[in-house]
């Protein structure tokens, strides 16, 4: 396996970071905390840009619009924020940006938000055992999918835009029609809470991982399991693939990251992370860079090595 990466450390929230994401045009980072905020940060000089305050609980998940323009953030306080990102960054990084937009409509925390390619659809899925779409341009709900058997905790857009993926607490995985709302299928397999789920950048397949700590692929179409990723240590909380689809990570409660090579399913790389407890990553979009959102309250970034 390669040499250790390199780690960066970025400082500034009061409590753990839960979420991270990179904006794709700009080297730049979102984290979501549960000091009740967000921060934008510059993954070059490792300063911080911009503070996003707005909620009253606690910052579960963030999503960034494919034209690095527009932020939605959702919390333990049954809202999504949105923001219109800054141009230019303002004068005080500390000083709180106020939301653009709020979607209101859950009854209970939300756990994962996501934009549609186009950007003009947000998904958002809360405990309440739902999943709502809601229209970026009017802040208005398009529709609720029927409910689940237990909490939604992560919902991934197909690279086309025309389903929506979402795996939850009742141990299920859905693939549904964003057009109609109806459910096309379900995805069998995984044995416990599925925490986490995503789309490879072909559209072909998807994974899916939790409580049951190993990452499970399938077959989109004919709803065929493919490979199964095993080796991570702990409960799976964060799987993306990188840009490119060639590998896949998933990050650990335990503070564990593990890599595989998706060609051919073999861990590529793997190793313990800074604390005890990590909640989320995510691949820079040249996928030589990996952020970690860490219970301490810092953001570890980690430079991968370049393959030889």
Do not use: C
């Not at 992560?154 to 057009?179: E, H, I």
């Not at 090579?261 to 990996?290: E, F, M, V």
Request: aromatic share 8%; proline share 7%; glycine share 8%.
């Amino acid at each position: 396996m390669p040499d250790s990466p390199a780690t960066k450390k970025l400082t500034g929230h009061t409590a753990p970071v839960y979420v991270v994401e990179y904006l794709k045009t700009k080297p730049q980072l979102l984290s979501g905390s549960f000091d009740n905020t967000l921060r934008l940060w510059d993954t070059d000089t490792l300063k911080p840009l911009a503070t996003l305050g707005g909620h009253t609980d606690l910052v579960l998940t963030v999503a960034i619009a494919p034209d690095d323009k527009t932020i939605a953030s959702g919390s333990q306080d049954k809202t999504i924020q949105l923001w219109a990102l800054p141009d230019a960054p303002p004068e005080d990084p500390n000083a709180p940006l106020k939301p653009t937009g709020e979607l209101k409509g859950h009854a209970s925390q939300i756990y994962s938000v996501a934009f549609s390619p186009d950007g003009k659809t947000l998904a958002s899925a809360s405990a309440d055992k739902t999943v709502r779409l809601w229209d970026i341009a009017t802040l208005k709900e398009i529709r609720a999918l029927p409910e689940q058997g237990g909490p939604v905790y992560s919902v991934a857009f197909s690279p086309d835009g025309q389903t929506l993926l979402t795996g939850g607490g009742d141990k299920t995985v859905r693939l549904y029609n964003v057009a109609d709302g109806k459910e096309l299928r379900q995805f069998p397999g995984a044995e416990d809470a599925v925490y986490t789920v995503a789309y490879h950048p072909d559209g072909k397949t998807i994974a899916a991982a939790g409580l049951d700590k190993v990452v499970r692929t399938w077959n989109v179409d004919s709803g065929e399991p493919a490979t199964v990723y095993s080796g991570a240590r702990g409960d799976i909380y964060r799987v993306q693939y990188n840009s490119n689809g060639s590998q896949l990570l998933a990050v650990t409660y335990a503070a564990n990251l593990a890599i595989w090579n998706t060609a051919d399913g073999k861990l590529h790389y793997q190793t313990d992370l800074p604390g005890r407890t990590t909640y989320g990553a995510a691949w820079s979009p040249n996928a030589q860079q990996i952020a970690i959102a860490a219970e301490d309250g810092n953001v570890y970034l980690l430079d991968l090595p370049k393959p030889a």
